[in-house]
């Protein structure tokens, strides 16, 4: 019998998980890829394995964009990303990024912390400009829309950010009917 014939489709991703996709894939590309075919087989077993956390260094930019009631379209974020990325191909210490020898997911968000630090203020002035507003005003119903779907894009990646974040270790308390060591 077959049962490819009577698989599911599978769904389409939505719009909002597009560009964190193709980031991924990029993260992927360019950082878990090995120079022969064991390291390689290594290096995506640890892909998989820093999958959840490289996530979660990649929407870290949409949870900042939204505290600060910023809007941008999916391209936008996604060009921000692949420009950090690219900048830590370039200038990036692979020591500390190395998958094998280093947690990559961790360089990333505190690549993406540092640029938001230094260059949050400009990125801020971009997207909240006064030209844009008055665009937006001016603008008819149209764009409108995209402006929302563009907020609404953010509130998603946002949203899984939080959802990925991960759990902490809380200590417990003791129990003041034990007797303690000391």
């Given at each position: 019998m077959n049962h490819a014939r009577h698989a599911l489709p599978r769904p389409s991703p939505l719009p909002s998980q597009q560009p964190l996709d193709t980031v991924l894939a990029e993260v992927r590309r360019r950082f878990y890829r090995g120079a022969d075919a064991h390291v390689d087989a290594v290096l995506q077993r640890a892909f998989f394995r820093d999958r959840r956390m490289i996530?979660?260094?990649?929407s870290w930019p949409a949870t900042w964009l939204r505290q600060r009631a910023l809007t941008c379209s999916p391209a936008r974020y996604h060009s921000l990303l692949i420009a950090r990325l690219?900048?830590?191909v370039l200038h990036g210490d692979s020591a500390r990024f190395a998958p094998l020898s280093a947690y990559f997911p961790t360089y990333l968000l505190a690549?993406?912390?540092d640029w938001f630090r230094h260059h949050g203020d400009e990125l801020y002035d971009e997207l909240k400009h006064l030209r844009n507003a008055i665009d937006k005003v001016l603008s008819s119903a149209p764009l409108a829309?995209?402006?929302q779907r563009d907020a609404q894009h953010l509130d998603v990646?946002?949203?899984a950010h939080k959802l990925i974040q991960p759990a902490r270790r809380r200590?417990?308390?003791s129990d003041?009917?034990?007797l303690s060591l000391f």
């Amino acid at each position: 019998m077959n049962h490819a014939r009577h698989a599911l489709p599978r769904p389409s991703p939505l719009p909002s998980q597009q560009p964190l996709d193709t980031v991924l894939a990029e993260v992927r590309r360019r950082f878990y890829r090995g120079a022969d075919a064991h390291v390689d087989a290594v290096l995506q077993r640890a892909f998989f394995r820093d999958r959840r956390m490289i996530l979660y260094a990649l929407s870290w930019p949409a949870t900042w964009l939204r505290q600060r009631a910023l809007t941008c379209s999916p391209a936008r974020y996604h060009s921000l990303l692949i420009a950090r990325l690219e900048a830590i191909v370039l200038h990036g210490d692979s020591a500390r990024f190395a998958p094998l020898s280093a947690y990559f997911p961790t360089y990333l968000l505190a690549c993406l912390q540092d640029w938001f630090r230094h260059h949050g203020d400009e990125l801020y002035d971009e997207l909240k400009h006064l030209r844009n507003a008055i665009d937006k005003v001016l603008s008819s119903a149209p764009l409108a829309a995209q402006v929302q779907r563009d907020a609404q894009h953010l509130d998603v990646i946002a949203a899984a950010h939080k959802l990925i974040q991960p759990a902490r270790r809380r200590a417990g308390k003791s129990d003041p009917a034990q007797l303690s060591l000391f």
